[in-house]
Nanobody, 114 residues
Framework: QVQLVESGGGLVQPGGSLRLSCAASGSISYIYGMGWFRQAPGKQRDLVGI??????MYHDSVKGRFTISWDNAKKTVTLQMNALKPEDTAVYYC?????????WGRGTQVTVSS
């Protein structure tokens, strides 16, 4: 059974930083991409960013503020979030893609508020 476990969410003031981490465990033979999505109340789940091989893709709203790091050997992915804004408030979900399957974590809450 495959599990993705996120950590690092919390409450932060506007302009602050947070770092989210995610570790995959279980029977995943090969991961060719890991990343993060987020879902704000009443909204759909949207891509934050994803790493595949040496490439990275980010939502326009987080470009220049968020950075994803991926260690495929350790099956971990981190999301460094800087210059946080109230509109970044959401539940953040870790995502891993392997041949024939997509895996999700349970999510971690990030709240940006003064």
């Amino acid at each position: 059974q495959v599990q993705l476990v996120e950590s690092g969410g919390g409450l932060v003031q506007p302009g602050g930083s947070l770092r989210l981490s995610c570790a995959a465990s279980g029977s995943i033979s090969y991961i060719y991409g890991m990343g993060w999505f987020r879902q704000a109340p009443g909204k759909q789940r949207d891509l934050v960013g994803i790493r595949r091989g040496e490439g990275a893709m980010y939502h326009d709203s987080v470009k220049g503020r968020f950075t994803i790091s991926w260690d495929n050997a350790k099956k971990t992915v981190t999301l460094q979030m800087n210059a946080l804004k109230p509109e970044d408030t959401a539940v953040y979900y870790c995502n891993a893609i392997s041949p024939g399957a997509t895996y999700w974590g349970r999510g971690t809450q990030v709240t940006v508020s003064s």
